[in-house]
């Protein structure tokens, strides 16, 4: 485990952009597509609808589009981007990076720019990571986007998987900080182990894409829900309490807590283990439901939609996902002067 305190030249959060698609699915549609019901899906998961993008439509189109809602808020040109950080497990291609398709998309013309994969703590690494160059004084600025189209890798024949996720899109800009408010903290673990429990093995260097390995179904993605949900569950709470206590940080001081969305079970068990009122706690994925590095990003835009997150406020984003991974990032709110 890393964890960081980050005393001088802080990195702020100074816009948002988020973008989903159009195409609005119900859990009754789904029951059309699989043998499933809306009654599961609701109380399993807490998920009712979710987006979907037109087949085809490639995860740096849906980033291109939340990027540059986040560059218009902030009212500058992409040509003033230093670096463009991408958290995603649905990159358009194995290579080259998606942050070099959106760097092109949006004429980034001076920026450099990698792709971060770790699932659904994906948005929090690229924040930390894209944060450690403000830190550093070498970037002003940083453009740290969590975007996946799962759609893309969904098995429509695995139905405990494919009624959990949607498409979309979230971008964040850093700057230097002001002030006090910014990035305070952070935390990441990796437990390589769980790789198994949660993984999709196909077209890479251990399984090259075949018809062979397209008709065992490789391309999709899969996972052991059960034991995924109890470690979400454990260390959700486990990482949050630890970043909290490591900085001197009651959950009294808390204003919110922006979790990954996975499924509500999860996030309603680590509030309670964690002892949050329900106030505090950002929850959307009744209407998108998992769309993996974007859910914090859309939380992040759900909370300021219901005014709950306003400048100063303490806020803790919190994720688990595939590798296993874990993130975890305490950041006092800047705000932003169009919310
Ligand atoms: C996948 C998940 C929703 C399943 O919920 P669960 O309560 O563990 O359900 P189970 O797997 O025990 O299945 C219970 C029953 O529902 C059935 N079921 C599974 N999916 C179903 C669906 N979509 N519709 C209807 N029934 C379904 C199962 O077949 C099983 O039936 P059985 O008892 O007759 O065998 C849950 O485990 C989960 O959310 N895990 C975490 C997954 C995750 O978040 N992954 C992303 C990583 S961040």
Redesign the pocket.
Known sequence: MSTSELPTRRAAITSLGLYVPDRVVTNADLEKR?N??DQ??RT??GICERRYVEPGTPTSELATRAARECLERRGIGASELDLIVVATVTPDMLFPATACIIQDKIKATRAWGFDISAA?SGFVYALTTGAQFIQAGTHRKVLVIGADVMTSILDWTD??TC??FGDGAGAVLLEPSPDDTGLLAFAHEVDGSGGCY?NMLGGGSLHPTTHETVDQKLHFIR?D??H??KY?VRKFADSSAALLESNGISFEDLDLLVP?Q??VR?IDAARDRLGLPDEKVVKNISRYG?TTAATIPLALGTALDEGRLQRGHLVLMAA???GFTVGTALVRWTGFPWK
């Open positions: 699989v499933t019901s599961w899906i399993r998961t659904c139905r405990t009624v959990l949660l996972q829900g059960q995924v949900f979400a990954h996975a499924n999860i998992n688990v996902g595939a």
